[in-house]
């Protein structure tokens, strides 16, 4: 990790910030994880089984299309500026897809469990998009497959449970492209069921009459507002490590 001696006053604080975020992402789950994981149990046996079986599906699709598709190019890898200035760009790129993901989310709520189901593939999307960007935008070339994985472990750390988070870090942080070594493997049926629990959770009453449109446009403004920081706190932990790999 790079010596703070060496850094610019926001290099410093970005520092600090993503070191802090990490050692929080290690703790063991308090009562309130708890809790909501007890919660979670009980939502997942009285929602439709068609709502499970359409997450399900569609994690398969996406993964499949992340690792090996090309439907997700992006620009190209930025090859200049300083972290401030590609965080800048990262921050505003992040303001115009949550904007997008709020109003996709508010006109599903507004049409009930159809197209509350159709929104969880369309949310996806935006969020794996948004993640091919901020890639590109710390430097990185998205067509890399390792640099494909490394944005699935960005994905699974964002929406893990208290429990995973440890686990999730740790295999993120194996997963460095440029790291020696094989990364530790994706455990695909673990990655579907944590997304899948975190956001059930977080739109449930999106599938409710009258109030499933202003959930639906909260929800998904701070699901991608979520997986954006995580993303950063990510890149960051990775900025620094390679200015100083020691």
């Given at each position: ?147 494909r ?36 493997e ?52 990775r ?8």
């Open positions: 990790m790079a010596s703070k001696n060496n850094l610019t006053g926001y290099e410093n604080r970005a520092l600090t910030t993503a070191l802090t975020w990490r050692t929080r992402q290690q703790k063991r789950p308090g009562v309130w994880d708890r809790t909501t994981r007890a919660t979670q149990d009980r939502i997942n046996n009285i929602i439709p089984e068609p709502v499970h079986k359409v997450v399900t599906a569609v994690m398969k699709q996406m993964t499949q299309a992340i690792v090996t598709g090309s439907g997700w190019m992006t620009a190209r890898p930025r090859s200049e500026g300083t972290l401030q200035e590609r965080e800048l760009a990262v921050r505003n790129l992040m303001k115009t897809y949550r904007t997008t993901a709020s109003i996709e989310g508010g006109v599903a709520g507004a049409g009930g469990f159809v197209l509350a189901a159709v929104d969880l593939p369309a949310l996806m999307a935006i969020k794996i998009k948004l993640l091919f960007e901020i890639c590109a935008l710390y430097g990185h070339d998205s067509r890399d497959p390792a640099e994985l490394f944005i699935l472990r960005i994905f699974h750390m964002a929406f893990s449970s208290a429990r995973q988070r440890p686990h999730a870090l740790a295999a993120l942080e194996a997963s460095y492209p440029d790291k020696e070594g094989e990364p530790v994706l455990d695909w049926r673990q990655f579907q069921l944590e997304y899948r629990d975190y956001i059930d959770l977080a739109k449930l009453a999106q599938l409710l009459p009258v109030v499933g449109a202003p959930v639906g446009a909260v929800a998904n403004w701070r699901l991608t507002t979520h997986v954006a920081n995580t993303a950063i706190q990510a890149y960051r932990l900025w620094f490590n390679e200015a100083d790999p020691s």
